[in-house]
């Protein structure tokens, strides 16, 4: 077998994604679904989830809402990006009579609590036209018809450099530097969520505009074991597949989205930042504990729980994301407050 980034990293992540449950659709395919290459999102399987999600939406607001999700009116990437994934988390409100006066409804773009119930894609070789020349990331992973995954495949036979040239590379498509201003496709990363760069033995992660020294492994899966990831592929897992199957698999990736994702201010910079794999398998754990405490001899386990973290970790991040879970997840009804502070979160 030939050692090159199609057969040891590009083809195996499309078969994983595709034991996954995404649908494998060539570019050719998605190209003829398109009016132009400059659009990034499916705006026909965009409008087919809308009907489905929101049944009462007409189909002059369905074209309002896609219209606003196409045509973003913001400055620059990242303003764009921060918009963007609050539509697409929190809803778009729009005006509609549904038979008691007109008035703002909230359009859902997913189903955070059933994974069936949306339209996963992956492509490989997607093409996006910028504004001097087009862009073809190796794979590009679709829900509902938005691009939330962007993924650029590099050969193990490079070495160290295979993660310089990737990260470098997705940049360029972002246009993250005044140097490669005309050089890529913005557009394509207005709604993306997760950036993922591999050579099929070494793979790492960040989101729109991190810098390189911020992509990081996925060194454990959760809740699905490695011998889970193992028998679902049928040979032994190479990093690679552990990052893939940890943070794409249908749940976790609309997990991620929905709960795991924070924007701040650094030095009046925008940066919006991604969990790590500890603090998302610390958040999940400590709510499946509040969820189902179980029971030692009869009687029922404290919902309690302590969580360890070296110095510069991130606690106050998993603390964050640890409330804002708490207050969005619907079957923890109970918590009428959530405290957070540098030392500890009080669930009361």
Not at 198 to 207: K, L
Not at 233 to 256: A, C, F, G, V
Request: with cysteine; hydrophobic share 35%.
């Amino acid at each position: 077998m030939t050692w090159n980034e199609a057969t040891q990293s590009e083809l195996p992540a499309v078969e994983l994604l595709e034991y996954l449950g995404y649908d494998h659709v060539p570019a050719e395919t998605l190209e003829s679904e398109r009016t132009t290459l400059r659009d990034a999102i499916l705006t026909t399987r965009l409008a087919t989830a809308l009907t489905r999600l929101n049944p009462w939406l007409t189909p002059e607001n369905t074209t309002k809402v896609i219209r606003q999700l196409t045509n973003v009116q913001a400055v620059n990437l990242p303003e764009a990006n921060q918009l963007l994934y609050t539509h697409l988390t929190y809803g778009l409100s729009i005006e509609q009579d549904r038979g008691d006066g007109r008035k703002g409804h909230t359009v859902r773009f997913f189903d955070f609590e059933d994974a069936d119930n949306n339209d996963f894609v992956v492509c490989p070789q997607y093409k996006v036209k910028g504004a001097k020349k087009h862009i073809k990331p190796d794979i590009v992973c679709f829900v509902n018809g938005i691009p939330l995954v962007v993924i650029e495949c590099k050969s193990p036979t490079k070495g160290d450099q295979w993660r310089h040239e990737a990260i470098k590379q997705l940049s360029r498509y972002q246009e993250a530097d005044p140097q490669w201003h005309g050089e890529g496709a913005p557009r394509l990363f207005e709604a993306a969520q997760i950036l993922i760069v591999t050579c099929g033995q070494r793979a790492c992660y960040g989101t729109v505009g991190t810098p390189a020294r911020f992509y990081f492994e996925w060194k454990e899966s959760y809740p699905g074991s490695a011998i889970e990831l193992e028998l679902l592929i049928r040979r032994k897992p190479t990093p690679q597949d552990l990052l893939l199957y940890s943070t794409l698999s249908p749940d976790n990736l609309l997990d991620i989205v929905k709960n795991f994702v924070v924007f701040d201010t650094d030095n009046g910079r925008k940066v919006k930042k991604l969990c790590r794999y500890k603090q998302f398998i610390a958040v999940n754990k400590a709510i499946d504990r509040m969820r189902n405490p179980g029971q030692t001899r009869g009687v029922p386990n404290p919902r309690g729980g302590v969580v360890w973290h070296t110095q510069g970790s991130g606690k106050s991040l998993t603390m964050l994301w640890l409330a804002l879970k708490l207050r969005r997840e619907p079957s923890l009804n109970n918590p009428t407050l959530v405290i957070v502070t540098d030392l500890s979160l009080i669930h009361i």
